[in-house]
């Protein structure tokens, strides 16, 4: 069976930071690329950053600068690590992992950006 189990999501101030990671199991974790969307109230769900299986990492416009995402294939994890949150960056936070035409995802973490 397999599980995508995000954590580390929570209430910070503007201008704080949080680390979001993503336990993988049931997958032969270190050849899927891996990425973290989000999905804030009333608005479709957005890239924010993936990782392929080879290290290649990509991010949406609006977290540049911002947010670091890395993984550790010793321990099927995805991580995100956002600094300097803005209350725009409140959202659910998802993990996704995919490899061909398969995907899968997680259940999502409450990212809220407020003081």
């Known amino acids: 069976q397999v599980q995508l189990v995000e954590s580390g999501g929570g209430l910070v101030q503007p201008g704080g930071s949080l680390r979001l990671s993503c336990a993988a199991s049931?997958?032969?974790?270190?050849?899927?690329?891996m990425g973290w969307y989000r999905q804030a109230p009333g608005k479709q769900r957005e890239l924010v950053a993936t990782?392929?299986?080879?290290?290649?990492?990509n991010y949406a416009d609006s977290v540049k600068g911002r947010f670091t995402i890395s993984r550790d294939n010793a321990k099927n994890t995805v991580y995100l690590q956002m600094n300097n949150l803005k209350p725009e960056d409140t959202a659910v936070y998802y993990c996704?992992?995919?490899?061909?035409?398969?995907?899968?995802w997680g259940k999502g973490t409450l990212v809220t950006v407020s003081s």
């Open positions: 990782i392929t299986s080879g290290g290649r990492i």
């Open positions: 996704n992992a995919g490899v061909s035409a398969i995907t899968y």
């Open positions: 049931g997958i032969m974790f270190s050849i899927y690329a």
